[in-house]
Structures are given as structure tokens and as C-alpha cells.
């Protein structure tokens, strides 16, 4: 079974840093691609970025543009997401899911919830003003 476990979730100050990881088990070949979500309190969950597991391919949303990172570490089955100059507005629970759809490709589609089949469970980054 495909597994997913975010973690690195944390408090930090404004203009602080963080490191998500995504340590992800059960995929039997490497043609699936990891994606980062988040949800804030009272909003719909959204997109942030995506890397494909065998070529690498990213994809940011204008939410993560600029100032997140994501890349992976394919010997540990990885994904981080470091997360830069953070706001206020970050504030959300974060969680990494994958997709093996035959179609997807991270690039080209982008991180789009409905294309995710397997999520993990979340965790939580509070950044405070």
C-alpha cells in the first residue's frame, strides 16, 4: 500500500523559515508525482507545488512562487518543501499526496488536488506575525 508522511510542520515567525518532508512508501516503479496542498481555516484546500519523481519536473503555484523550494531526494523516497520568508497568510495545514496517473505530469498540469490520489496525513504550520 502507498503511504505518506508529512512532517516538519511547526510555529515560526514571520519572515522565518521551514522544511516540510514527505517520506513516501509503497510505490512499486518511480512514475508518480508528489504534491504539496494546503488549507487554511475556512478555505478550500489549494495547490502549492509539485515534483515529478522521475524527471524531477516542478511546478509552483502563485502561492509558493518565489519563495518555496521543493525538490527530492530520491534514496530516502523524499520530497521537502523548504519554505522561505514566510507570512502570516501561510498559515495552514500542509499535506503531501501523490499521483500515478499515466496522463499527469507535474509540469504541465500542475498540482491540482482532483489528479492526487494518495494523501497523507498533514501538519501544521502556524506563522505568527
Known amino acids: 500500500d502507498v503511504q505518506l508522511q508529512a512532517s516538519g510542520g511547526g510555529l515560526v515567525q514571520a519572515g522565518g523559515s521551514l522544511r516540510l518532508s514527505c517520506a513516501a512508501n509503497g510505490f512499486t516503479s518511480d512514475a508518480y508525482t508528489i504534491g504539496w496542498f494546503r488549507q487554511a481555516p475556512g478555505k478550500e484546500r489549494e495547490g502549492v507545488s509539485c515534483i515529478g519523481r522521475r524527471d524531477g519536473s516542478t511546478y509552483y503555484t502563485d502561492s509558493g512562487k518565489g519563495r518555496f523550494t521543493i525538490s527530492s531526494d530520491n534514496a530516502k523516497n523524499t520530497v521537502y518543501l523548504q519554505m522561505n520568508s514566510l507570512k502570516p497568510e501561510d498559515t495552514a495545514v500542509y499535506y503531501c499526496?501523490?499521483?500515478?496517473?499515466?496522463?499527469?505530469?507535474?509540469?504541465?498540469?500542475?498540482?491540482?488536488?482532483?489528479?492526487?490520489?494518495?494523501w497523507g496525513q498533514g501538519t501544521q504550520v502556524t506563522v505568527s506575525s
Open positions: 499526496a501523490a499521483t500515478a496517473r499515466s496522463y499527469y505530469y507535474c509540469s504541465g498540469y500542475g498540482p491540482s488536488e482532483h489528479e492526487y490520489d494518495y
